[in-house]
């Protein structure tokens, strides 16, 4: 029978590298930024500061990170709550990343859990993920972790 974790965010045994899973704090922003960068998102330590900060105070989405036993944080997680009038509220992982020198170590499935954990608590049914076609390995792990594919999507953007 599979042993569920029952406080993901503090349990730093269960990846083969000895990680904390805790909430972002406002000095991890710079280490978010060099991470975001890797995900295709280049932003700046203070872009990322103000936005860190109103996930905080806001206090409806949770920032998660993974932090090494040197005090380096080496990924990240973004799960939002999502509102709708054709489904219940869901929450979704709005960014996902695991440093590249420390991938395939089981970070991301510890952050992935803290964030289903999350959502299971704040009563979110379901989470999902919007993931770009292009990455292939992404869709692997979230399909590893459980996760189905629904539906392909166009993403339409227009400036303000
Ligand atoms: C996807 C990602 C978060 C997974 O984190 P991770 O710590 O490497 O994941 P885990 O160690 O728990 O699981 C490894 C699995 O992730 C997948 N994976 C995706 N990219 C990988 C990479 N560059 N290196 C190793 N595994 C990767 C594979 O399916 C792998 O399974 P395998 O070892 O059987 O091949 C991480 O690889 C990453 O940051 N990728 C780039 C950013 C990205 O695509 N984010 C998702 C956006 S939707």
Not at 4 to 24: E, G, K, L
Not at 86 to 99: K, N
Not at 119 to 129: K, L, M, P, S
């Amino acid at each position: 029978m599979a042993v569920v974790d029952p406080d993901p965010m503090s349990n730093p045994t269960v990846a083969p590298v000895a990680v904390t899973i805790r909430t972002a704090r406002e000095e991890d922003s710079a280490s978010i930024a060099l991470l975001a960068t890797q995900l295709g998102y280049p932003a700046s330590t203070e872009e990322i500061r103000k936005r860190l900060c109103r996930i905080l105070q806001a206090d409806a989405d949770s920032a998660i990170v993974a932090e090494l036993a040197n005090g380096e944080v080496c990924g990240w997680i973004l799960v939002v709550s999502t509102i709708s009038l054709t489904s219940a509220p869901r929450a979704e992982v709005a960014g996902l990343v695991v440093d590249q020198a420390m991938r395939g170590l089981g970070i991301g499935a510890r952050l992935l859990q803290a964030a289903m954990h999350w959502a299971t608590i704040n009563d979110f049914a379901e989470v999902r993920v919007h993931s770009n076609t292009i990455r292939e390995r992404a869709h692997q792990f979230y399909e590893r972790e459980g996760f189905k594919r629904i539906k392909t999507q166009v993403l339409f953007g227009k400036l303000t």
